[in-house]
């Protein structure tokens, strides 16, 4: 099955929690959702003056979680395709959303910064400092104890939730790290310009 509706590069896209849809964010200004099932687009979303480069439904699938190339973040309503919440709290492209059972969310961008919010509220609770440079990409643990975050200086960061530190570094390699997930197996995937996807073992880390 093929997809069409796009009109340029296709940047990110995401399965709903019960994979019955897809979400696919593109440098045409648009988020659009799929039904998987029969390949029908059952939404549009139009961004006004930018473009998405990574989108995630909610836990619940209500919701499709934005980050643009602007500084910025949105919350839409999946039914109405209405903006829920617009939230600015990075001073460059937001490159990576993830979110937590208890609805929060872990933004990365690249200015340097990995962030913690309350997705309903809007409020900053947690700020980490990625020294590093650019960040493309952020996870968070199943288990909610880990936030993994990664970018061009091709590392992995894992960051303990409760302290705000970073416990570990993963190197393996040998470009701008793009993309980051953790699976429920305790195993986590990094996908990178290099053209190599690694999966790392992640016992050594959780509570």
Known sequence: MTLKGHRDLVFDISFSHD???????????????????TGKQVQFIEL??????????????????SGSLTNHFQLW??????????????????????????????????DGTVKIWDLFTGML???????????????????????????????IYIWDTETRKVIDTLSGHSASITAL???????LISCSADGMIKVWAMEDWTR
């Open 181 to 187: 997930q953790f699976t429920s197996d305790n195993k």
């Open 48 to 65: 006004n003056n930018t473009s998405p480069y990574t989108v995630r439904f909610t836990e619940g699938d209500l919701y499709v979680l």
């Open 125 to 155: 609770v947690g700020k980490y400092s990625h020294e590093a440079g650019a960040v493309n990409s952020v996870a968070w643990h199943p288990g909610g104890e880990l936030i993994a975050s990664a970018g061009s200086d091709r590392k």
């Open 19 to 37: 994979n019955n849809y897809l979400v696919s964010g593109s440098w045409d200004g648009s988020i659009r959702i799929w039904d998987v099932r």
């Open 77 to 110: 309503e999946v039914d109405s395709g209405e903006e829920f919440r617009s939230m600015i709290g990075h001073t460059d492209v937001v490159a990576g959303i993830a979110m937590s059972d208890d609805s929060q969310l872990v933004s990365g961008g690249w």
